[in-house]
C-alpha cells in the first residue's frame, strides 16, 4: 500500500451561519447541501430557531479538508435572543433571499435609507422588511470576538428559487449589484433541481482554507 494512502486528513472546522427571510429556503439549502442532493423537503417544516447540517468540502490538491457546521437559523425574528448566541464565534455567513419575494431581498441587507430604497427602486422593487439580516448577523460575531481581530466576515449572497422563473421578481442583477456593494460574491441556485447549490459552499471553503494557510505561512516565518 503507497504511503499517501495512509495520509490523514487535516481537519479544519468552520460555523456557517445560514440566514434570511423564513421560507426562502435555507433548512433547504442545508439538507440538500449535507445529503448531496438527495435530502428536498418538499413541505415546509419551520424553523424553530436553529438546526445544525455538517457538511465536509476536501480542498482540491491538498490533504485538507474544511468542515462546515451549517447552522440553520430560522427566519422568524421573534427568534433572534436565541440565536444571537449561536451566531458568536462563525467564521462565515450564508445570507439567503427568495427571487420570487422582494421583500425576502429587502430585508437581507442594511437599509441604508433612502440610497437603498432608491436602489430598490431602480429595479422597480418597493417591498423590504426593517430588519437587516446581514448587518445583524456581522454585528454579533464582530462584538463576539474577544480578541477583536478586526476580521472581515467572509459571506456570500445567495438567490435561491431559480428554477421558478415565470414567478421570478427579483433580476439577477439587482443581486449582483447588491453583493457587488456589499464586497460579496452572488451566487444563484435551486434546491429543487439542486443546482448550483455546491458552488457557494466551495468557494467559501476555499477562502476559509487560503486564510488558514496565509495564517500557517505567518507562523512558520516567525519559528
Ligand atoms: N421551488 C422551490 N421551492 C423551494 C426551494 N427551496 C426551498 N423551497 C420550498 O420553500 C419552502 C420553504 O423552505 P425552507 O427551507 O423550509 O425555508 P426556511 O428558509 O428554512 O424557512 P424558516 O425555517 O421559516 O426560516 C418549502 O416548502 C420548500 O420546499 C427551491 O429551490 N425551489
Ligand atoms: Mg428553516
Redesign the pocket.
Known amino acids: 500500500m503507497e504511503l499517501k494512502s495512509l495520509e490523514i486528513p487535516n481537519i479544519l472546522r468552520a460555523k456557517v451561519a445560514v440566514v434570511g427571510e423564513s421560507k426562502v429556503g435555507?433548512?433547504a439549502l442545508c439538507q440538500q447541501l449535507a445529503s448531496d442532493g438527495t435530502n428536498y423537503p418538499k413541505n415546509y417544516l419551520?424553523?424553530h430557531g436553529a438546526g445544525v447540517h455538517v457538511k465536509a468540502i476536501n480542498i482540491p490538491d491538498t490533504n485538507d479538508c474544511v468542515e462546515m457546521y451549517l447552522l440553520?437559523s430560522?427566519?422568524k425574528e421573534l427568534y433572534t435572543p436565541i440565536l444571537e448566541p449561536l451566531w458568536k464565534g462563525s467564521a462565515m455567513f450564508v445570507a439567503v433571499y427568495n427571487v420570487c419575494d422582494e421583500a425576502s431581498f429587502g430585508s437581507v441587507v442594511k437599509v441604508r435609507g433612502s440610497i437603498f430604497i432608491s436602489f430598490l427602486e431602480s429595479y422597480s422593487l418597493t417591498r423590504y422588511d426593517t430588519f437587516q439580516w446581514i448587518e445583524h448577523v456581522t454585528r454579533v460575531v464582530k462584538d463576539g470576538d474577544e480578541k477583536k481581530t478586526d476580521r472581515k466576515l467572509m459571506g456570500v449572497l445567495i438567490a435561491n428559487k431559480s428554477d421558478l422563473g415565470d414567478r421570478r421578481v427579483v433580476p439577477p442583477k439587482a443581486g449582483s449589484d447588491l453583493a457587488q456593494q456589499l464586497g460579496l460574491l452572488y451566487f444563484e441556485c435551486s434546491n429543487k433541481d439542486y443546482s448550483g447549490v455546491e458552488e457557494p459552499f466551495f468557494y467559501l471553503a476555499s477562502e476559509y482554507h487560503k486564510q488558514f494557510e496565509e495564517k500557517s505561512d505567518q507562523i512558520g516565518n516567525f519559528a
Open positions: 435555507k433548512t419551520m424553523t440553520d430560522s427566519g
